[in-house]
């Protein structure tokens, strides 16, 4: 029989940037992202991570509401958005708000010229997040500002330029806020060091005067068009059809619960942040869609006596407004479940998630980290349930929590509305959550709890306490507050309700995001915190009987505010005699600024289509240690769209180079190593047909992770690398004390936000490979190609323009991809694109080393150090990467700015089954010199010392050898030791400290300096040298090309200074374009803070010598 055929697919009719677009074959699997990049070829919308979390895609969204009559304008994450929810709807993206070739925009200017780009890979996301602020209050409040920049990460500029430059729109004045005092720190008078150099340093960053004007006015209407469609009240059903998913966008109630009965497993997408989300890391596939999003019978909010009632399409944002406005109106009484909401609707995800979210789809996805059922089940709020075979009916939402109760939404069924109701006098609520940052992270631990007591009494007469992150969904902790009830509020209440809830809600060791004691013990602060709470409370609603809480425990209950960063950077003025064209340290506006801020910026996930190309997916090992017994591609092979699949056996050249492995052959060595790749015409088909490929493994033993592992195994990478001095067995004799410890200090994810990706395309002649991708090191890339293909490396060229981020991660990684690519490319003949979405990147990458310390320090009393004997261990993964130099860097460096004369440093590389990690900002010296100062902190602990009298007593002092035979001296160490302690006012702040933690109990603060002796640049003097090519054309413009890649670093800027300096022209008439092994050959990497110093001195030369030449001739 045959299959029925597909229903016909309706028009998809929406705007972009203001032009309409109608797309008759609109996809239900695609992303508004995905369709911007892709189909529009509007890549001023970045891809980061595609989960919503990073803010690189946002967008506007603008809809206009037929009932309102008011249109809304939102910002959203365009990975998360289905292209199919966007009937009816303007959506605004980066280029549709100015461009260099046109108008900038205001906010595009003024980020670009506050500093606020660097890498500019998250700016056009910012850019998005402002202006769509900006059109909803176009005199914003600083709090307004940050409240929507939260779901905005930057990996490189540290927020506050970013913020400065939104902030000069904001109604407040922009100058530094210092301790609140509303003056700049300029102006203080106990920063008279600041005054004393005041002529010498500068601090002004850019010239507000500079900007154009912010006309809101200005802005695009809502296209007319769309009113009219919205307004139509013959709308139907819509069907959007694609490959195999089945779209439906029902127009009214009836119809979303008739579909529902029809298709009882096929979701609802509203917000798409659970389903969209679903799909990226856990794959989840739904043939069938109904999307009732934007209904406006969803779409209310009711106010009674009783309480309040909200549609189950209103948005988390819109909630949040609404309560906003409430409990400014409402007396505080009527109003504590919405303070409690509020507490979490401010801090929950980032600001375009909470504008897509919808309160059906969170209560609904019942998530285990869901920060508002815990509160909406404590508060008693109700579910208004309705389907097209039952009715009506309504259920509690605890009931969906509690064992006992154990209620679910039937098949069919709808959340219609949340009646959220009041609570009486004697109860009290309270919300709490503890995450890794106040804002835009999941919560570790949630709570909601409430307690109710009997008229005018301390005695419990209902108590529930819910917690999140604790169990696969919200935990109730039911027996333990039925046990309670009857109780009287106090201190034995509160020990015995801690260890009943302990007994009651056991996290298992494998719980999601491990941290099981750290948890139990939140539970436990959380229960205190709200013990403290409701006894203030007993206080002020009869102060009489029940006594206030001692004042030393009032800071338990005070919340961390959110604060916009603040800062001022001094940077030494240029000399008064300097000639004005000389751009040389100024602070200029980053070179490709406003392109960053303008999306312009192009980026090698953004290189356009080459004709024929093909996409690759990788398929990675899912054991630590195995051999492959067998790799069956037939079922790949025969997916559609599908090219070739490319083993090791396709390597022309070298499959291990130096112990780098391309495609695994025979074993692997680590989850994430690659198998193979699948080569399609779409990634989607290369991706599908990846998970078709069949790998056989059997595991070999021994499994080695951790670095324990490994000494057991003795299994090391490399000789061990070792530095000493002085005598230390003897020292250790003649020492007061001697401690010994460990410390370990975890890897950390790279997450540059452009994620690694490779373009290479073979000529067609004499073996000619192009290969453009986002290094840090292009020649390693020229080198790995040419030994992989079997080829010489002058025929491997190797482009790069800028990266979106690297801090290391982009020295070696980029060659084995290339690497890989490069195969496939040669084995198909066709131009091969290989870009990693985030998970695979973070897979497969890996990052910076896990290290484990052991010390053993031998001191006086007077916490002089005489002995240090220190063995580091990395964990270097699986293969040698640069693991050699880190370590070697490692023990280089340990000795930090410390002179101990009797030292010994000894490290080792651990080789373990872990995917392979590599350079990281800081080079190994972050992990090391915390243990340093772990063991210092330790000496000063044990000799009852301030850490800063013991790190300043054993400081370097004199010239003299370093363990590594160098001849150091200290003065600049101590001048800048000397200038930190003046400049941050240490010891009247470290007296404030003191006196702000004697008197609070539960908050403390801390203070801490520490001297750092950090060498720039490596070792090996050929590894230190750097060229540069110089064209200058008839029309007097130059074209300079150098070693150093553009990271985000501003290098290309520094280049462009030191060119426009000693030629003695306007820099305007320097031109960068690229990085490439066919312009600087044999260039050494762009990393260990050498740039500038290298490539500058390159530059210099190299027109010092056309200008010699030029002279001579
Ligand atoms: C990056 C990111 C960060 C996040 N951070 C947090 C956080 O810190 N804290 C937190 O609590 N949450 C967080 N979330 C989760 C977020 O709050 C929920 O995903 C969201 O509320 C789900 O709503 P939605 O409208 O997008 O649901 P959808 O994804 O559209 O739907 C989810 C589910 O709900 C069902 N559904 C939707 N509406 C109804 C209805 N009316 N009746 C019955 N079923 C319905 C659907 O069938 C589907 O199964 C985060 C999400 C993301 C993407
Ligand atoms: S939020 Fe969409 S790519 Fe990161
Ligand atoms: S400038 Fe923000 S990520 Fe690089």
Not at 555 to 582: T, Y
Request: net charge neutral; aromatic share 8%.
């Amino acid at each position: 029989m045959p299959s029925p055929s597909p229903p016909q697919s309706d028009h998809l009719i929406f705007f972009v940037n203001g032009k309409k677009v109608v797309e008759r074959h609109a996809d239900p699997e695609m992303t508004l992202l995905f369709y911007l990049r892709k189909v529009l070829c509007l890549t001023g919308t970045k891809y980061g991570c595609g989960t919503g979390s990073c803010g690189a895609c946002t967008v506007m969204i603008s809809k206009y509401n037929p009932d309102t009559k008011k249109i809304r304008h939102y910002s959203a994450t365009a990975c998360l958005v289905p292209l199919c929810s966007l009937y009816g709807a303007a959506v605004t993206t980066v280029e549709g708000i100015g461009s260099i070739k046109t108008r900038i925009h205001p906010v595009q200017e003024r980020l670009a010229k506050c500093h606020g780009t660097q890498c500019g890979f998250c700016s056009p996301g910012m850019v998005m997040s402002i202006y769509t602020l900006l059109r909803n209050y176009p005199e914003p409040t600083t709090e307004q500002l940050m409240e929507t920049l939260s779901g905005n990460l930057c990996r490189c500029t540290g927020y506050r330029p970013i913020v400065e430059s939104g902030k000069t729109f904001c109604e407040e004045s922009t100058v530094c806020q210092l301790q609140g005092t509303g003056k700049c720190c300029m102006d203080q008078e106990e920063n008279q060091f600041y005054l004393e150099k005041k002529e010498k340093m500068c601090t002004k960053l850019y010239d507000e005067s500079e900007f154009r004007p912010f006309d809101p006015s200005q802005e695009p209407i809502f296209p007319p068009e769309l009113i009219r469609m919205a307004e139509d009240p013959h709308k139907k059903t819509l069907i959007f059809c694609g490959e195999k998913i089945l779209w439906m966008s029902p127009t009214n109630m009836n119809e979303v619960l008739e579909l529902r009965m029809k298709y009882p497993t096929a979701p609802l997408v509203m917000g798409n942040t659970t389903i969209g989300l679903n799909a990226v890391l856990k794959g989840e596939f739904h043939p069938m869609i109904i999307s009732p999003v934007g209904l406006t019978e969803l779409n209310f909010v009711d106010f009674t006596d009783d309480g309040m009632t909200i549609g189950a399409g209103c948005t988390l944002a819109e909630i949040k407004d609404i309560l906003t406005s409430t409990v400014s109106e409402e007396p505080k009484e009527k109003t504590k479940t919405y303070r409690a909401l509020l507490k979490h609707l401010r801090t929950l995800a980032g600001q375009q998630i909470r504008n897509m979210a919808t309160l059906g789809g969170h209560v609904a996805s019942k998530h285990d980290y869901s920060d508002i059922n815990p509160i909406l089940a404590a508060g008693k709020a109700t579910l208004n349930l309705i389907s097209k075979a039952e009715g009506k009916r309504q259920i509690l939402v605890e009931e969906l929590f509690t064992t006992s109760l154990k209620e679910e939404l039937r098949d069919g069924e709808v959340i219609y509305s949340v009646v959220i109701p009041q609570l009486s006098r004697w109860e009290i609520i309270t919300a709490q959550r503890q995450a890794q940052h106040l804002e835009n992270a999941f919560a570790i631990v949630n709570a909601g709890m409430r307690v109710q007591f009997r008229e005018g009494t301390n005695t419990i007469k209902d108590l529930k306490m819910f917690f999140g992150r604790v169990g696969p969904t919200t935990v109730s902790a039911s027996k333990t507050c039925e046990q309670l009830i009857g109780r009287q509020w106090n201190d034995e209440m509160l020990s015995e309700a801690c260890r009943l809830v302990l007994d009651e809600i056991r996290i298992p060791p494998t719980a999601v995001g491990g941290m099981v004691e750290y948890k139990r013990t939140l539970i436990i602060s959380f229960i205190f915190k709200f013990y403290l709470k409701v006894l203030r409370e007993l206080h002020k609603l009869d102060p009489r009987r029940y006594p206030e809480i001692p004042e030393n425990s009032i800071s338990a209950l005070e919340e961390f505010p959110i604060r916009a960063p603040q800062g001022i950077q001094m940077f030494q003025c240029v000399d008064p005699h300097q000639p004005p064209q000389d751009p040389v340290g100024h602070p200029i506006m980053h070179q490709s600024g406003l392109k960053h801020a303008t999306g312009e910026a192009v980026y090698n996930v953004d290189l356009p289509r080459v004709d024929e190309e093909l996409l690759l997916a990788v398929v990675t090992s899912s054991r630590a240690h195995a051999k492959i017994l067998s790799i069956d591609v037939s079922e790949a092979l025969e997916f559609p769209g599908v090219v070739d699949v490319i083993t090791a056996k396709d390597v022309p050249g070298e499959n291990n180079i130096d112990g780098e492995i391309i495609y695994a052959e025979n074993e692997v060595i680590c989850v994430g190593q690659i198998v193979c790749a699948v080569a399609a015409d779409t990634y989607s088909h290369a991706k599908q047909a990846a998970e078709k490929v069949k790998v056989i493994y059997e595991d070999v033993e021994p499994q080695i992770i951790t670095i324990e592992d490994a000494i057991k195994y003795n299994s090391f990478f490399f000789k061990e690398k070792k530095i000493e001095k002085g005598n230390i067995d003897r020292a250790f004799y003649y020492v007061d004390e001697i401690i010994e410890g460990e410390i370990h200090v975890e890897g950390q994810e790279h997450f540059y936000m452009e994620t690694q990706s490779v373009l290479v395309y073979p000529t067609g002649e004499d073996e000619e490979m192009v290969i453009h991708t986002g290094t840090q090191y292009p020649t390693h890339v020229q080198d790995l190609v040419a030994a992989v293909l079997g080829v010489p490396r002058n025929r491997i060229m190797c482009h790069m323009k800028r990266a979106g981020g690297a801090f290391g991660g982009k020295v070696t990684k980029p060659a084995v991809l290339g690497a890989v690519a490069a195969v496939a490319a040669h084995k198909t003949g066709h131009p091969i694109r290989f870009h990693l979405e985030r998970g695979d990147d973070m897979l497969i990458t890996a990052g910076r080393h896990p290290l484990l310390t052991k010390y053993k320090i031998g001191f006086m009393k007077n916490g002089l150090i005489k002995a240090v004997d220190l063995q580091y261990y990395t964990n270097a993964g699986c293969t040698p990467d640069e693991s050699e130099r880190v370590i070697e860097y490692i023990v280089l460096k340990s000795e930090t700015a410390y002179d101990i004369p009797n030292y010994r440093c000894r490290g080792r590389a651990c080789k373990t089954n872990l995917p392979s990690n590599t350079a990281f900002r800081g080079f190994g010296f972050p992990q090391g010199a915390l243990a340093v100062e772990n063991y210092i902190t330790a000496v000063a602990f044990k000799c009852g010392l301030p850490p800063e009298k013991v790190r300043d007593m054993n400081m370097s002092k004199t010239v003299n050898r370093t363990a590594y035979k160098e001849l150091y001296n200290p003065e600049p160490l101590l001048k800048c030791w000397k200038e930190c302690l003046e400049k941050s006012s240490f010891q009247s702040r470290k007296a404030a400290i003191e006196e702000f933690n004697k008197k609070n109990y539960w908050k403390k603060k801390g203070i801490s300096i520490i001297p750092m002796k950090y060498s720039i640049a490596v070792p090996n003097g050929y590894e230190t040298q750097a060229a540069s090519l110089v064209h200058i054309y008839q029309d007097g413009s130059v074209l300079v090309a150098h070693g150093g890649c553009e990271l985000g670093q501003g290098l290309y800027t520094k280049m462009i200074q030191v060119a426009s300096r000693e030629l003695k022209i306007p820099s305007s008439y320097i031109y960068l374009s690229e990085t490439s092994t066919t312009t600087v050959p044999n260039a050494s990497y762009t990393a260990a803070s050498m740039g500038t110093d290298i490539n500058g001195r390159a530059v210099q030369v190299r027109f010092l010598s056309i200008l010699r030449s030029s002279s001579l001739s």
